[in-house]
């Protein structure tokens, strides 16, 4: 992509010093979670704890042997705990480029090249959050490589993972939102199985990718016995099963491949960041053919 070099030598100096504090500071997602760094579990989880990891943990849901219930509901206050995280670390690095004094110049040169390589369609359709997304891991991928391809990528890759959910919420899951309400449904008992429900009855909150494709993947292969996932399907209006489970896959690939690792696992190479950019920004990504499905379910929606 080259947008450093289109910067001059005054703008790429003020760039680096907007930005390296973030890119060289905090080397990956899961040091900015625990505080940790070389795998050592037994500095504190932050800056303002002296509480180890297991200890943060038996603080907060007490020591001993957990029973199944105890089990279940420390995974879910973990998961909570890293989606929480893993929002904090994607805000700032949007806040950091798009704060830079030569902002304005290379979401410019961005906004070009996406029209290019998406359509302009594609790109004018997308979410303006989505695009701050895909602006900064195309900005901050390109300033990583001017100095070492070994460098950790975890903030460019999970910024492209961001941009898609972001789109899955605001093309599918918002409007359903609405659609369901103005039905006059009601939730079922049964029906808080499914996170579809939580978010129905929490205005505010949304799904994460992995409870996207979770999701999907039930109601493509007819598995789900829910009604609300059964009217989630009747509202996306999904003309080819075939094309939204290929659709499914890809997100399920750079929910595993890319996203969670850049959590979890800490460095995330040049060229897996490379490869999870193929999945989201191209002709045959993911993108493109979420706008293309969320204009079927829009034409169903009311």
Not at 91 to 106: G, K
Not at 141 to 157: C, E, G, I, K, V
Request: charged fraction near 30%; charge should be negative; proline fraction near 2%.
């Amino acid at each position: 992509m080259n947008l450093m070099n289109q910067l001059s030598e005054d703008e790429l100096k003020a760039f680096r010093n907007d930005v390296e504090p973030l890119v060289f500071k905090i080397k990956s997602s899961s040091q900015l979670i625990f505080g940790l760094e070389g795998g050592d579990y037994n500095k504190g989880i932050s800056l303002f704890s002296k509480k180890t990891p297991l200890q943060f943990l038996k603080f907060l849901f007490g020591a001993g042997e957990p029973t199944q219930s105890q089990s279940e509901k420390r995974e879910k206050h973990i998961n909570e705990f890293e989606e929480h995280h893993f929002d904090v670390y994607t805000e700032m690095a949007v806040s950091t480029v798009e704060n830079s004094s030569v902002y304005e110049r290379l979401s410019s040169i961005v906004d070009a090249y996406m029209e290019e390589d998406l359509s302009t369609m594609v790109w004018s359709k997308l979410e303006e959050k989505s695009k701050k997304f895909i602006i900064t891991a195309e900005v901050l991928s390109d300033f990583l490589h001017m100095f070492d391809d070994q460098l950790d990528y975890a903030s460019p890759t999970l910024s492209y993972c961001k941009a898609v959910e972001n789109e899955l919420n605001e093309k599918f899951t918002e409007p359903f939102k609405r659609y369901y309400k103005s039905q006059n449904k009601r939730l079922k008992k049964e029906d808080y199985a499914s996170k579809l429900a939580v978010i129905l009855s929490r205005p505010n909150s949304n799904l994460t990718l992995g409870e996207h494709t979770y999701i999907l993947r039930r109601i493509i292969d007819n598995s789900s016995r829910l009604e609300i996932e059964s009217d989630y399907k009747s509202f996306l209006n999904i003309l080819d099963v075939t094309d939204f489970k290929e659709l499914n896959n890809k997100i399920e690939a750079i929910t595993k491949l890319y996203r969670n690792p850049s959590g979890h696992t800490g460095l995330i190479k040049q060229s897996q960041c490379i490869e999870c950019r193929k999945l989201v920004v191209t002709q045959n990504g993911i993108l493109k053919q979420l706008i293309t499905e969320s204009i079927n379910s829009a034409n169903n929606s009311y």
